[in-house]
């Protein structure tokens, strides 16, 4: 069992940092029975884990075997290996995981944009993913940036690299759309970079020193 003395917390889970500030950790007295057990809870999902895993794989063959024996147009049953997959990630990386929770937001939300860009793709591209759904998701995790710092208003600035994150990828959206690269109504893309931006500039100019001391402990900068 660890402590993380910034956020005055008891970290039960086999990690050196804390997973809400990220602080260094101080390990406490060791009890040989304690409550939850989470080991056993871990043991446990991984057996799911793998359960899942093999039942996926399983299935998918199946789903593959389907598609090409009987010819569709569609090859579908690449979108459902890809919702299997989502699925595993979910298990191994969002709750087995020993990453942050901001780190696995961000991985997280990455595959399941570019899963529906596969999608798209799978299904014929119109540029819908693009288009509405990636800058949709970029508005959406904005807000809840915005709820957690509200919420976990003690440790507010701990999420300024996220929103850092958020405007690189809005950014990228309408970098597509100049260089022609699928995006062709940049008009959304141009709503989520806006109020990605707005939110970081509100943190960094209302944060005031403590948002320019935390970049400057994230970029290393003295």
């Known amino acids: ?19 809400l500030c990220k602080a260094v950790l101080e390990k406490t007295i060791e009890v040989e029975n ?17 359960i899942y895993l093999f039942c996926a794989i399983i ?3 199946l789903l593959v075997y389907v598609n090409v024996a009987y010819e569709f147009q569609i090859f579908w ?35 399941a944009l570019l899963m529906l860009v596969a999608i798209d793709f799978v299904v014929g591209y119109q540029g819908w993913a693009v288009n509405y759904v990636l800058p949709s998701a970029i508005l959406l995790i904005d807000a809840a940036i915005l709820a957690l710092m509200i919420v976990n208003h003690r440790n ?55 948002a320019r001391t935390e970049l400057k402990r994230r970029f290393h900068i003295r």
């Open 77 to 111: 049953s690449a979108i459902s290996g890809l919702a299997l997959f989502y699925g595993y990630m979910l298990l191994r990386y969002a709750i087995l995981g020993k990453s942050g929770y901001q780190s696995k937001t961000i991985v997280l939300t990455l595959i």
């Open 156 to 210: 507010w600035q701990s999420y300024m690299m996220l929103q850092l994150f958020m405007i690189l990828c809005s950014a990228l959206t309408l970098l597509f759309y100049v260089m022609g690269w699928g995006v062709t109504k940049p008009l959304l893309a141009g709503v989520a970079f806006a109020c990605s931006a707005a939110l970081f500039l509100g943190t960094l100019i209302i944060g005031d020193r403590r």
């Open 1 to 19: 069992m660890s402590k993380c003395k910034q956020c005055n917390i008891e970290i039960l889970d086999e990690t050196e940092r804390c997973p």
């Open 59 to 61: 299935v998918e063959a």
């Open 34 to 50: 304690m409550y939850p057990n989470v080991r056993m809870t871990t043991r446990r999902l991984m057996l799911i884990s793998h």
